[in-house]
């Protein structure tokens, strides 16, 4: 299970910083990612992390605002974002995955809300 937290109202401009913690499996074995969805569009990808956490990815979109991190010891994944932008407004979803022996194994966290407005 993933429950994400952190999501809220925000001007534009300003930080947020959401968490993702995981129960019933550890997150160590899983690369994990952030997805979010704005309201009447498809989910978007937004960043990615690998299971050390030394490799980063993330959208062009918000490159150099988002910074994801995790950490495997309190099985949890971040996503802090700064700058944010009207246009970041969305639900935000943790997803973990991999795959081990010959299987995928996928979680997805409920989301939380994100909107920034002024």
């Known amino acids: 299970r993933l429950v994400e937290s952190g999501g809220g109202l925000v001007q534009p401009g300003g930080s947020l910083t959401l968490s993702c913690v995981a129960s019933?499996?550890?997150?160590?074995?899983?690369?994990m990612s952030w997805v979010r969805q704005a309201p009447g569009k498809g989910p978007e990808w937004v960043a990615h992390t690998s299971r050390s956490g030394l490799s980063k990815y993330y959208s062009d979109l918000v490159k150099g605002r988002f910074t994801i991190s995790r950490d495997n010891t309190k099985n949890t994944l971040y996503l802090q974002m700064n700058n944010l932008k009207p246009e970041d407004t969305a639900v935000y979803y943790c997803?973990?995955?991999?795959?081990?022996?010959?299987?995928?194994?996928?979680?997805w966290g409920q989301g939380t809300q994100v909107a920034v407005s002024s």
């Open positions: 019933g499996f550890s997150i160590g074995s899983y690369d």
């Open positions: 997803h973990a995955y991999k795959r081990a022996w010959g299987k995928d194994y996928n979680y």
